[in-house]
């Protein structure tokens, strides 16, 4: 925890629920010295308008992420599994609520 | 050309955003990082000329709306900042760059806000010149750039309205009142005009910030548009726009309008503006002053932790 260049403070990604009923989404980030902060500071970088319900935030160095490249190998098994997804399936059109 | 140099201009070229993981060619990152730097220093300089009146605002109701819109230009550089962050700069080395005069910040922020009409003026015609700038922004080739743009033009309207209100109550008002609005709107027209940049033909980085799609419009195409939407605004409002050469054109279904003086310009982007100095000096001083803020926070938490 002490390893922090120029004595700059951690950096949080910020995570914000719309409102009930919603996913928490990712709204960009910030630097706090500690979790109570980023969390009262989020408050007023990205909820000054009534944004949000709810706030996450977590340290931006605890997140794991699937590659270094948006375009990635790891999601290419989904793209030739096309029976997950219902207009793999031939219904005919007369039958209801299908 | 290598298989990632193909891959990053096939994504430019569908118009697709590129994301901070993503390889990027290197003046493409440095532009950016000149780019959003620039705009997060601008929100935080600007915060300064505005702020020179919340202390003597004439009523509550005033003195609520300017601290609300100042904390707003501060939660704008904020955005930016950690945009910008996302290419691989520092929070530090971006303020550092700042107050060490390497990196620059708009032109229109060395001006000084003489009356308390400015802040009317400036919310009118300044955010309105920025909203023009800011609007194509959204869709910027690089995402955190235009995710941070989409957030500030949401706030940014507010800013505009509430400058152009507080004009039509000065215009309401006195005589005496209605001439501080008028001076103030000679003061700040050409610099507001300056803030689309140089011509495109004396532009430098401009094609370039085109062809990556950093950019979507000319500096001279955004300052059109901007004439042409403040035009009956003013008219509305009851000033005159200080130039003898604004006409409306039939034929090109616009406003012809003067050039501003572009030496002026290049003297307050070189530093010799009426604020510049004292401008980085006050940001140096809120900085410096508040590293012991900052050092006892981190001690802080580190020993809570511990």
Redesign the interface.
Known sequence: MTDHPRGEWPLYEVFVRGKRGLNHVHVGSLHAADDEMAVRHARDVYTRRNEGVSIWVVRADAVTASSPDEKDPLFAPSGDKVYRHPTFYDIPDDVPHM | MTALQV?FDATIGHGDRI?P???MPEGYRKTLVRQIAQHAHSEIIGMQPEGNWIGRAPSLRRKAILL?KV??EA?HG??LY??C?TLGV????LTEMLIEGRQKYSSIFNYPTLSYADVGTIGWLVDGAAICNQVPLCRTSYGPYG??MI?ICK?ESFHQRQGYELLMTMMRGTDEQRAMVQESVDRFWWPALMMFGPPDDESPNSAQSMAWGIKRNGNDELRQRFVDMTVPQAKALGVTLPDPDLVWDEERGAHDFGQPDWSEFVQVVKGNGPCNAQRIAHRRAAHEDGAWV??A??A???G??A
């Open positions: 891959q994301e993981r993503d390889w609300a904390q707003d939660g904020l955005y950690s945009a962050e520092s929070r530090g080395e995710r941070a957030r706030e900052r050092d926070a981190l802080f938490a580190e809570a932790s």
